[in-house]
């Protein structure tokens, strides 16, 4: 068994008399690639926003690594929750190195002082983040997009290195709101590939996708939503091959 | 000559003021204008101090940023939660309120001010050199603002500014960055206003009003927000073209209200033929 | 115990001095209602209308009519050529909220620059004498300015509301304070409505001007502090609520006018800003009532709650 990296129990959430998070119960280990589909507006995005603390929940609990997460945003992802998401969210003004540089999770020269003196320690946390920086455009093959601000580069690319940013944070648990929503080619194949790296790395990682080949291709498992709710949890094709989801699936979803 | 002097400290100290304000609302893109405020507890802090127990001027400077520090630290705290156009409003209340105080306060001289401040330095170079001290400590001001803005942690602030909840969701902890610049900033304000109490030895409340605010903000948002020449450039012109009269031997009673005239022309010019800035970037509140 | 002769004559002078913060107050609070506008540049159009009063009555010794029809023209002049040639220079290049204020609050020094340079920093008022004629009602003393005061105020708001309520342009005002864009594609001209707007704004400028500068003394600085007063009635009573904001300004008058019971008259100011600060502090994103009411929406189905936009 390897070990459990993200749990959450019973975990609900409202937004006036609209359930978003209907009791969810979710285990998680390191290695998985779980896939979270369902029709839009079943959940899945407010289930990643209360994992990494952008909202909170209004009863359960969530874990990482047997410990409680809890807290704003900054706090769950210094204690390991890397994300990503469906819009990117790219700092449009800087440069895809700069924009990777904001995010290990112990940043060189939090304090402005010592950013403004430059203290040795700054130095050093910096020089090593942008090698690891430079080492995840690599494997990305993005590395001569380094200095490009990210704005002008192809969408494909740039929703690359929206995971690449996120990878700078070195914790255990990897959450990807639809990695795929408009890459093609190449970059889809260098997205999978990288996923499925971080995952054989021990990360836990999970993917909201509505692209299905993409989930059949890279999850163990899946699990789907509707109205807040985890409907079932199982192998891709199992949730594929279910009439009663597929419906709800396909029965709502507006494209 | 001493005249020259005497403009050149005071738009050293804009400068200050202008530099560590650009900070806060240029790359902080928090909107408070009570900035004077600060300045204006460094100023009174270094006067009492000064007239009351006769301290080392650096002591007493630094006792001003202190108390401006502190001052700004509560700000912060209780009112960065408030969002955009209200914390403006929020911060020019807090603002007025504390200039009430020291209008109505005894110990701050009331509406009529300090004018007791001791001399600190004197004779026929005392002008140049304290020339020399406001530029260089508004050079290092500006080094400062440049080097903690050029390094990681203005990298933070602006990808901050680009994206706050994606920046957050990075680890960086948005608030106390917040106070932090602000707390810097205002800091600075209060190192300028020790500077203005040690050198012009008078200061009453009136110099601290919304005026000043408006005054030190127009400096910023003319000279090039968000940039790090743009306020040095903004302070220089705002406070110099308006001192250009004094050479015409007017009446004093027509001087004030003439350099009023003046520098809120040369806003109103440049807001509408350089929107930009005078250092220009395209987007305003952009450091690229 | 306080004699409550004296409570209810505070309370009626109360009344009476709120007349003029209340009109600042609807002014101010009815360009931020129509154009989004934090309108600081009235404090100039107050400058300019009691000057021009000022001056016609005492320099120019024209009858009393003339010199408020002159002030109303000049207002309204400044006012529309302010909103042709600036605000909308401005609101098409999609200037920061920050150059509004700016520019507003220069434009606000720059008059009062001006006003000193030819009329000096010593008080002023639009005639000789303030005093007025008392008259004493079971034990409270009203004078004529009193009666005027809130005869004047209470005028100029039912004809406001009757505007708003009752005429196309009124109801178009509304729509585009609500929507502009909306309002734009149904063919209402914005433009025409914040020209309006601006307009009822100055002449509520001028009447508050006139109460004021015939009960006290003007100098260029002044108009700064009244402003300062509508802006905070103009918060606390919410955004969008143009008649509430009247009655925050009121209210706010009344606390000051009582509060001399409790704390020195030089301390009221800081009392203002206290207030303003802390209605902040407990309603950071304003007070609850600001929002618009709108129909809730029905519930939909587990609407996607995302942060993205």
Known sequence: MTQEILRLENVCKRFGGIVVADDICLSLHAGDVLGLIGPNGAGKTTLFNLISGLIQPDAGRIYLQGHALTGPLHRRARAGVARTWQHMRLFRTMTVLENMLVGPRNYPGESLLRSMIGTPSVHRAEAAARDRAMHVLERMGLTNTASTIVVDLPFGQQKLVGLARALMNDGPCLLLDEPMAGVEGSNYETMQRIVRDEAAAGRAVCVVEHNVSFIKDLCTEAIFMSYGRILKRGSVDDLTRSRELTELYFGTADA | ?288 | MTDPVILLQILWTGIAMSSYFVLFTVAFALTLKVEKLWNFAQAGLMGIAFYTMFWSLNAAHWPTWAGIVASVLLTIGVTIGMEIWAIDVLRRRHSSGLIFFIFTLIFSQFVAFLLTLLFGTEPETIFPSVMSPVRIVSGIAVSDWDLQAVGLTAALLIALYLLIRFTRDGQFMLAVADNEKLSEIYGISARRAYILSGVISALLIVAGIWLYGTRAGVTPDVPVDLILTAVIATLIGGLGRVFSAGMVAVGLALLQSFSILFIASKWQGLLLYGILFFALLVFPRGIPAWRPRRIQPAPKPAAPVQAEG
């Open chain 2, 1 to 288: 000559m001493d005249y020259l002097a005497s403009a050149g400290v005071l738009i050293g100290i804009y400068i200050i003021l202008a530099a560590g304000y650009n900070l806060i609302i240029g790359y902080g893109g928090l909107n408070t204008i009570a900035h004077p405020i600060f300045f204006a507890l460094g100023a009174y802090t270094t006067a009492l101090l000064a007239i009351g127990t006769g301290l080392p001027p650096v002591i007493c400077i630094a006792a001003g940023i202190g108390v401006a520090v502190i001052a700004s630290v509560f700000l912060a705290v209780t009112t960065l939660r408030i969002s955009g156009d209200y914390l403006l409003i929020a911060s020019l209340g807090f603002q007025l309120g504390l200039l009430q105080a020291i209008n109505n306060l005894d110990f701050t001289g009331g509406p009529s001010g300090l004018s007791n401040i001791p001399v600190t330095l004197s004779g026929p170079a005392r002008g140049w050199l304290y020339l020399m001290i406001t530029a260089a400590l508004a050079l290092l001001v500006i080094w400062l603002v440049h080097r903690g803005m050029s390094g990681p942690f203005g990298r933070a602030v602006r990808a901050m500014r680009d994206d706050d909840v994606a920046c957050a969701a990075l680890g960086r902890g948005l608030f106390t960055m917040k106070v932090v610049i602000f707390a810097f900033g205002c800091g600075t304000a209060g190192l300028a206003g020790g500077m203005y109490a040690y050198y012009f030895q008078y200061i009453s409340p009136e110099q601290f009003n919304v005026a000043q605010s408006a005054t030190i903000l127009t400096m910023v948002v003319l000279g090039g927000i968000g940039t790090i020449w743009g306020p040095v450039l903004g302070a220089f012109v705002l406070v110099a073209l308006p001192q250009v009269i004094t050479f015409l031997q007017l009446p004093s009673s027509l001087v004030g209200p003439l350099q009023g005239l003046i520098f809120t022309s040369l806003v109103i010019l440049f807001l509408f033929l350089r929107p930009h800035g005078l250092v220009g970037t395209r987007t305003p509140g952009a450091a690229h």
